[in-house]
């Protein structure tokens, strides 16, 4: 709203040494020939006062970053293209905007709706990151930079592995595009397929960076293993404390679990953790995706069509796709009347939506479960839709909406009902003839992530105002930005 007046409002120097604000349009629409309606067209200090003191207002409801993000926008907004400066967090910003969508970006910054780096001034970003394999050294300078003073940071670790194009390329003397896991690692002469990301995260996001990624075609989980004991010591010699590990569901990831725990089977019962050496009395966290787990859940569901392959019954109800198609065909047939979000890209799923978080989230949301209660015969599938889509909002609480103290009604609700319902679904099972539950891993990681979630909540609290978790991971920006990649996807990446 300030670049509003900034915009249309000039600064006129009056007979007595007052300055008066001019509206610029007004002239401009006038003419220059009348020089009788510019005079009529000044506009006092009060009503400026009174202006400024509206759009002040709305500023002061602002996040601190959007505040310096207007704040740049306004001294960028008149100054020529050589002569803007941005800030650093802008500069991660637009980066991270360009790698979605690079044709996206360039409408906004042609098209003047935001000023913007140039697409020049990205690549020169991008390319100041060192791409060797291992541990970042620039990732670990800006960890000490960070917490110097002796001040300890609380965070996690993220795992991804991504699909990338397949290539070599001479780089000062060097051919890269081997299969690479660091200097102490003597790896096979193959060409990488994939690259494998280790990302650092602390709770309150004082620092959120990739630490570590390595070349890859295939990662056993005995490399993972050695991989994270060395990236565990590295964070935990420079303040930051490891909570958590997360990764998604894919097999490897799962026996990695079990050799960093110890443990034969992920029954998921009372949690998982796996053990510190740099802190014996605070043990890692070991969690699945929750974005990954709700894509399963809903991939089961997908499954109960006619023609799929599992047929899930819980408490004399049955869990149909079929009732979310037959919410999608009435909505269809009364537009007028839509409620959901439901679309034809969420009814027919193919591999590639399939991995789309969007398209699932809005599949088990709240709307979409209200109106299948009102479906007759849908009772199940419309509890099973509730079920998860409490549970997704309550592990990605939102910033203005924390958890402040155990006593939570959402930390009560995952240990009072949803643990409890998981459970009884299973025993369930073991006295029913043909009914069936979701997946055994989507099972096991709904349970052990949960568990675990309601630990490293109570843990963080010690020592933390409130808690407000986000275990997302931005695989694009950092594919872009390390690495040209395919379009065809890793079969566990995330979206």
């Given at each position: 709203?300030?670049?509003?007046?900034?915009?249309?409002?000039?600064?006129?120097?009056?007979?007595?040494?007052?300055?008066?604000?001019?509206?610029?349009?007004?002239?401009?629409?006038?003419?220059?020939?009348?020089?009788?309606?510019?005079?009529?067209?000044?506009?006092?200090?009060?009503?400026?006062?009174?202006?400024?003191?509206?759009?002040?207002?709305?500023?002061?409801?602002?996040?601190?970053?959007?505040?310096?993000?207007?704040?740049?926008?306004?001294?960028?907004?008149?100054?020529?293209?050589?002569?803007?400066?941005?800030?650093?967090?802008?500069?991660?910003?637009?980066?991270?905007?360009?790698?979605?969508?690079?044709?996206?970006?360039?409408?906004?910054?042609?098209?003047?709706?935001?000023?913007?780096?140039?697409?020049?001034?990205?690549?020169?970003?991008?390319?100041?990151?060192?791409?060797?394999?291992?541990?970042?050294?620039?990732?670990?300078?800006?960890?000490?930079?960070?917490?110097a003073g002796g001040k300890s940071l609380?965070?996690?670790?993220?795992?991804?592995?991504?699909?990338?194009?397949?290539?070599?390329?001479?780089?000062?003397?060097?051919?890269?595009?081997?299969?690479?896991?660091?200097?102490?690692?003597?790896?096979?002469?193959?060409?990488?397929?994939?690259?494998?990301?280790?990302?650092?995260?602390?709770?309150?996001?004082?620092?959120?960076?990739?630490?570590?990624?390595?070349?890859?075609?295939?990662?056993?989980?005995?490399?993972?293993?050695?991989?994270?004991?060395?990236?565990?010591?590295?964070?935990?010699?420079?303040?930051?404390?490891?909570?958590?590990?997360?990764?998604?569901?894919?097999?490897?990831?799962?026996?990695?679990?079990?050799?960093?725990?110890?443990?034969?089977?992920?029954?998921?019962?009372?949690?998982?953790?796996a053990p510190n050496p740099c802190a014996?009395?605070?043990?890692?966290?070991?969690?699945?995706?929750?974005?990954?787990?709700?894509?399963?859940?809903?991939?089961?569901?997908?499954?109960?069509?006619?023609?799929?392959?599992?047929?899930?019954?819980?408490?004399?109800?049955?869990?149909?796709?079929?009732?979310?198609?037959?919410?999608?065909?009435?909505?269809?047939?009364?537009?007028?009347?839509?409620?959901?979000?439901?679309?034809?890209?969420?009814?027919?799923?193919?591999?590639?939506?399939?991995?789309?978080?969007?398209?699932?989230?809005?599949?088990?949301?709240?709307?979409?479960?209200?109106?299948?209660?009102?479906?007759?015969?849908?009772?199940?599938?419309?509890?099973?839709?509730?079920?998860?889509?409490?549970?997704?909002?309550?592990?990605?609480?939102?910033?203005?909406?924390?958890?402040?103290?155990?006593?939570?009604?959402?930390?009560?609700?995952?240990?009072?009902?949803?643990?409890?319902?998981?459970?009884?679904?299973?025993?369930?099972?073991?006295?029913?003839?043909?009914?069936?539950?979701?997946?055994?891993?989507?099972?096991?990681?709904?349970?052990?992530?949960?568990?675990?979630?309601?630990?490293?909540?109570?843990?963080?609290?010690?020592?933390?105002?409130?808690?407000?978790?986000?275990?997302?991971?931005?695989?694009?920006?950092?594919?872009?930005?390390?690495?040209?990649?395919?379009?065809?996807?890793?079969?566990?990446?995330?979206?």
């Amino acid at each position: 709203m300030l670049m509003f007046l900034t915009q249309y409002f000039t600064v006129k120097e009056s007979s007595d040494d007052n300055f008066m604000p001019i509206c610029c349009k007004c002239i401009e629409h006038a003419g220059s020939g009348n020089k009788d309606l510019k005079e009529t067209i000044a506009v006092n200090d009060k009503i400026l006062n009174i202006m400024e003191g509206i759009y002040s207002g709305e500023m002061d409801s602002l996040t601190p970053w959007k505040k310096m993000f207007v704040k740049y926008q306004m001294l960028n907004g008149n100054k020529n293209l050589h002569g803007r400066r941005y800030h650093p967090d802008v500069v991660r910003w637009a980066i991270e905007l360009y790698s979605k969508s690079p044709s996206a970006y360039e409408q906004l910054r042609k098209s003047e709706v935001l000023v913007l780096p140039a697409k020049s001034t990205i690549k020169q970003y991008r390319n100041q990151a060192d791409t060797n394999a291992g541990i970042n050294q620039e990732a670990l300078s800006e960890i000490e930079r960070v917490t110097a003073g002796g001040k300890s940071l609380p965070g996690y670790l993220t795992i991804d592995e991504m699909k990338i194009r397949e290539n070599l390329i001479l780089r000062e003397g060097k051919l890269v595009g081997f299969v690479d896991f660091g200097p102490n690692n003597n790896c096979l002469p193959e060409i990488a397929t994939h690259i494998l990301v280790f990302y650092l995260r602390t709770v309150r996001r004082e620092i959120s960076l990739p630490i570590a990624w390595y070349p890859t075609k295939s990662t056993s989980a005995e490399n993972l293993a050695l991989l994270y004991w060395n990236i565990l010591f590295a964070c935990e010699t420079r303040n930051v404390n490891i909570h958590a590990l997360v990764s998604d569901g894919h097999p490897t990831n799962r026996r990695l679990y079990k050799l960093l725990s110890g443990v034969d089977n992920l029954t998921g019962e009372n949690g998982l953790t796996a053990p510190n050496p740099c802190a014996p009395k605070r043990p890692v966290f070991l969690c699945s995706d929750p974005s990954h787990l709700l894509k399963t859940a809903r991939n089961a569901l997908y499954s109960l069509k006619p023609t799929g392959s599992l047929y899930l019954h819980k408490g004399g109800r049955d869990i149909l796709w079929t009732h979310v198609q037959q919410l999608f065909d009435q909505e269809r047939a009364m537009a007028i009347l839509k409620r959901t979000p439901l679309s034809e890209e969420h009814i027919n799923l193919n591999a590639f939506s399939k991995m789309k978080v969007n398209l699932a989230k809005d599949t088990l949301s709240w709307k979409v479960g209200k109106c299948l209660s009102t479906i007759k015969g849908a009772e199940g599938t419309s509890d099973y839709v509730l079920l998860f889509s409490k549970w997704f909002d309550i592990v990605n609480c939102h910033w203005s909406h924390p958890i402040r103290t155990m006593e939570d009604d959402r930390i009560i609700w995952l240990k009072e009902h949803f643990i409890k319902t998981l459970i009884e679904w299973k025993r369930e099972i073991k006295t029913t003839e043909k009914k069936t539950i979701i997946p055994q891993p989507t099972f096991e990681g709904l349970l052990f992530t949960t568990f675990n979630f309601i630990n490293l909540c109570e843990r963080l609290l010690y020592s933390l105002e409130y808690v407000c978790l986000s275990w997302k991971f931005y695989p694009r920006y950092f594919r872009s930005v390390l690495w040209k990649p395919e379009t065809t996807r890793s079969a566990f990446s995330k979206s």
